[in-house]
């Protein structure tokens, strides 16, 4: 059973750094992409990036190329969101998610597996 648990969100200002984790567990993880999105409220849920579990190559939002950057530890089967800069608008709950297959993965609907989230809040 695949669980994909997400940590390290919390309440911060403007400007500052922050990193997400993404535990993932239940089978390996060979030719998966793994995904960030985030949902803020009133909003749709919203791509943010995605790693080749097995190739690394990593792909992002407009909103967030430049300030975000995803990696991975195959041998602790972790994902990473590391965010820099980071500005009021991007206060929201913020998901891991995952999916076979090589596209680049900018759905949801793609996705088979998602973590419960993990909030973010960015204050001015």
């Known amino acids: 059973q695949v669980q994909l648990v997400e940590s390290g969100g919390g309440l911060v200002q403007a400007g500052v750094s922050l990193r997400l984790s993404c535990a993932a567990s239940g089978r390996t993880f060979t030719g998966y992409i793994m995904g960030w999105f985030r949902q803020a409220p009133g909003k749709e849920r919203e791509f943010v990036g995605r790693i080749g579990w097995s190739s690394d190559t990593t792909y992002y939002a407009d909103s967030v190329r430049g300030r975000f950057t995803i990696s991975r530890d195959i041998a602790k089967n972790t994902v990473f969101l590391q965010m820099n800069s980071l500005k009021p608008e991007d206060t929201a709950i913020y998901y891991c998610?995952?999916?076979?297959?090589?596209?680049?993965?900018?759905?949801?609907?793609?996705?088979?597996?998602w973590g419960p989230g993990t909030q973010v809040t960015v204050s001015s």
């Open positions: 998610a995952a999916k076979q297959g090589y596209t680049i993965g900018v759905r949801a609907s793609e996705y088979d597996y």
